[in-house]
């Protein structure tokens, strides 16, 4: 019963991601949809090599108040333009590390995605940045407490420290993330 929860609430987080690019996505989505909807059931024994939270877990990283600037950015391996920005993300972790700035990629692929899809993306892109997976299948409960006017559509990306918060439910280019990340860094 678990699984096939996590099927539906996977398929409602499908159904609302990569709004941003409707017209373009929705054939591929269509397909996305269909593909992982065929999984009846979901081995939750499926570990990863990334650390795995519910969103309780999760949360306290959405709050850090330790003199850094956080940008979380939440995606998936199924929505292109989550994968299309990531290199921006990579690029910025890498320029920013020394300046008290750390990125965390927030996974949302579904366990049964974890080892086929996500950790060998991960590997051949070598990607640098912190890799969480958040598995909490109660979407209506936690996207809300990561941004009150968030719908659930990604990529979507959560920048913060102490002075200041704000949430983008969109992607971003290079040029865009800098500019957004200039107002926190000085």
């Known amino acids: 019963m678990k699984g096939l ?6 398929a409602i987080l499908l159904l609302t991601s990569c709004g941003n690019k409707e ?4 054939k591929h989505q269509q397909e996305d949809m269909a593909h992982y909807a065929e999984a009846t059931s979901i081995n939750t024994d499926d570990q990863s090599k990334f650390p795995i939270y519910d969103f309780e877990g999760l949360e306290p990283m959405l709050h850090r108040q330790d003199g850094k600037t956080y940008i979380i950015n939440f995606w998936a391996t199924w929505c292109r333009p989550c994968i299309e920005e990531m290199p921006y993300f990579e690029r910025v972790n ?8 750390k990125v965390i990629l927030v996974n949302l692929d579904m366990p049964s995605m974890w080892k086929t899809r996500m950790e060998p993306y991960v590997e051949k892109k070598q990607l640098k940045s912190e890799i969480v997976i958040l598995d909490d299948p109660k979407q ?3 996207i809300s407490k990561i941004d009150e006017n968030w719908g659930g559509g990604i990529p979507a990306t959560l920048i913060y420290n102490k002075e200041k918060r704000m949430f983008y439910p969109h992607g971003f280019t290079y040029e ?11």
């Open 140 to 142: 209506s409960e936690w």
């Open 176 to 186: 865009e993330l800098n500019k957004e990340l200039g107002k926190f860094v000085n």
């Open 94 to 101: 890498a320029e920013q590390k020394d300046n008290n700035v």
């Open 5 to 10: 929860k996590s099927v539906i609430a996977i």
């Open 23 to 26: 017209k373009q996505e929705t």
